[in-house]
């Protein structure tokens, strides 16, 4: 760890004065983004900044950020470093303190919260409030682990001797997380950090760093000390490779795309870095013959199509007992072109925009091949049309007739594209979920109770549902995916402690002489 020089101020550099907190701007105008390093909110080394604007809405400009630098990164991390003595000395406990006074700034300004995560992400306002909710709850949770954080206490094989197992902090925590829910993936992560006594770098998306600048803002208003969070905005390549490099970065957790998780784990890998990953998903729902088929296309509409396709956990392959698939496929459809696209901060909203251009050209990629592949049945447009003209829009999509190793049935699209593949009976449905490189959430539609069990055990992902959609995940058990969806770490839960803690074995011997474990407790 390099050592801050004599009387430094971390975060301070020549002619990088701290600016105070980001003035608040006029309402609706666009907001002066900084770094906020050592307690300070400060401009880039680099001099340039980047835009964050509406999806809804490309003439709305929510703000103008820091384009960080490695020296930013440099200096973040030196903060980090500083802070973390005092705060890994803090007692648990009372960093879980500080942790329920941030859960309740959050409560406080959340329908604030929720509009800005709407303006800057897109997604309609009661699933903006939702994510900033799932803040909430993970901040409580991790506040209670503050009082908890179990190790072991075990009965020696030896007379006169203890045996116990604590946890303890890891360092500087680099976290970096993806913009698709932007207040509730960053809270996390740095909740679970926190509590443990880890220090914090975080570099958001770069399309929602407004939502990370307001998080942020909030823990130095509850009290988190000076430099034990430090934000970073810009490139991935500039800060989060800084990140990922640093030999003062020992943990790192990331959510985002398979392709950048694997970059990362590459680097990491080279310094024997702990690396959480969270990556992404291709969930299929399960409807067999004898189940409730309306209640299966309400749970297909809200996970395919909720946060217009751009969950990790969303449901992009239905696959149906062929018995019921037309009956299935036409009430789909029916719903589905029913659902009102626009701005998410219209209540009359059901989905909002993608998350950007690139995304949309993406989904469009996909689509043409769908045509190949399938049958169109709705969707396969960007949508145009009175509210939508300046936002990056694309109808619902659905294809029929998809077989399970077709592209749109095995590679991530991440937006509103719907494969419906067509089955014989349970088994073939398994082989068809099972069969991709993916495994984060599934969910089996029946009202058989042996059959429900089956699929409990059968299904190869880390999220399974039963006669609910592919997701709603709740923050009090682990989060996380099974193949390449991960690399076996969990988010959430008392499971999000062990990416953030070291385990350390402690063994006391008050019997006054030497006893020698394996050997001095066996006859002869
Ligand atoms: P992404 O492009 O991989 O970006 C994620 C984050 O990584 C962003 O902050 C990005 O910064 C940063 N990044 C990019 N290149 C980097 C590099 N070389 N080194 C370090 N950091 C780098 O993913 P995304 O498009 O934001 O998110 C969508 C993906 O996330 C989907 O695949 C989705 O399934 C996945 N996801 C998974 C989960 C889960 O829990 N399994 C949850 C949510 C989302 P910039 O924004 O500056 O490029």
Redesign the pocket.
């Known amino acids: 760890m390099s050592e801050p020089g004599p009387g430094s101020r971390p975060g301070a550099s020549p002619g990088r004065e701290p600016l105070g907190a980001p003035e608040r701007p006029a309402p609706g105008g666009p907001f002066p983004g900084r770094h906020f390093i050592a307690g300070e909110w400060i401009e880039s080394g680099s001099g340039r900044s980047f835009e964050s604007r509406n999806p809804a809405n490309r003439g709305d400009l929510v703000g103008q950020f820091q384009a960080g630098t490695p020296a930013d990164v440099a200096m973040a991390i030196r903060a980090a470093e500083t802070a973390l003595p005092a705060w890994r000395a803090t007692p648990a406990p009372r960093r879980g303190e500080i942790l329920f006074g941030y859960a309740s700034l959050l409560r406080r300004d959340k329908e604030r919260l929720a509009r800005a995560l709407t303006r800057e992400m897109g997604k309609v306002l009661p699933e903006a409030r939702g994510d900033v909710q799932e803040a909430i709850d993970i901040a409580e949770l991790m506040a209670g682990e503050g009082r908890r954080m179990f190790g072991d206490t075990v009965p020696s094989e030896l007379p006169d001797k203890w045996a116990m197992s604590i946890r303890q902090p890891i360092g500087v925590a680099g976290i ?6 932007p207040m509730a ?1 960053p809270a996390w992560k740095t909740m679970p950090a926190l509590v443990a006594g880890n220090t914090v770098v975080f ?5 929602t760093p407004h939502c990370a600048t307001l998080l942020v803002e909030l823990m130095a208003e509850a009290g988190v000390p000076a430099g034990v969070v430090n934000l970073v905005t ?4 500039e800060v ?2 800084a ?2 490099d640093s030999p003062d970065v020992p943990v790192l957790s ?8 694997r ?2 784990a590459e680097r990491a890998g080279r310094r024997l870095k702990r690396v959480a990953l ?4 291709k969930n299929a729902i399960v409807v067999l013959a004898d189940a409730d088929l309306d209640l299966a296309v309400d749970g297909i509409i809200w996970s395919a199509f909720g946060t217009t396709g751009q ?2 956990t969303a449901c992009s392959r239905v696959v149906v007992e062929r018995s019921v698939s037309s009956r299935l496929l036409e009430k789909l459809e029916a719903r589905t072109r029913a659902l009102r696209l626009g701005d998410g901060a219209d209540p009359a909203t059901d989905v909002g925009p993608l998350i950007n251009e690139a995304a949309r050209t993406k989904v469009e990629g996909y689509v043409e091949i769908g045509r190949r592949e399938g049958e169109l049945v709705c969707g396969g447009r960007a949508a145009t049309g009175p509210g939508l003209e300046a936002g990056v829009f694309y109808e619902p999509t659905i294809f029929t007739g998809v077989e399970p190793m077709a592209r749109i049935a095995q590679e ?1 699209i ?1 937006g509103p594209v719907l494969s419906v593949i067509a089955v014989e009976d349970y088994a073939s449905a398994m082989t068809a979920v099972n069969q991709v490189r993916y495994g ?1 959430s599934s969910s089996i539609y029946t009202t058989d109770v042996n059959t429900a069990f089956r699929a409990m055990r059968d299904l190869e992902t880390g999220l399974v549902y039963v006669n609910a959609g592919t997701i709603g995940a709740e923050t009090h058990l682990p ?3 099974w193949k390449e ?2 690399n076996g770490h969990r ?1 959430a839960g008392h499971a999000a402690l062990d990416t953030f803690t070291e385990w350390k074995s402690i063994y006391v011997d008050f019997s006054g002489r030497l006893q020698r474990a394996q050997i001095d407790n066996q006859p002869g």
């Open positions: 970096i997380t993806p913009w698709n829910f993936i570099k958001p998306a770069s399309d810009g490139g991935g390549a989060g490779d990140i990922v990331f959510t985002g795309s398979s392709a950048t998780g970059r990362i969270e990556l992404g998903g969950r990790c991530e991440f984060l989060f996380g995916g969806t991960g988010e």
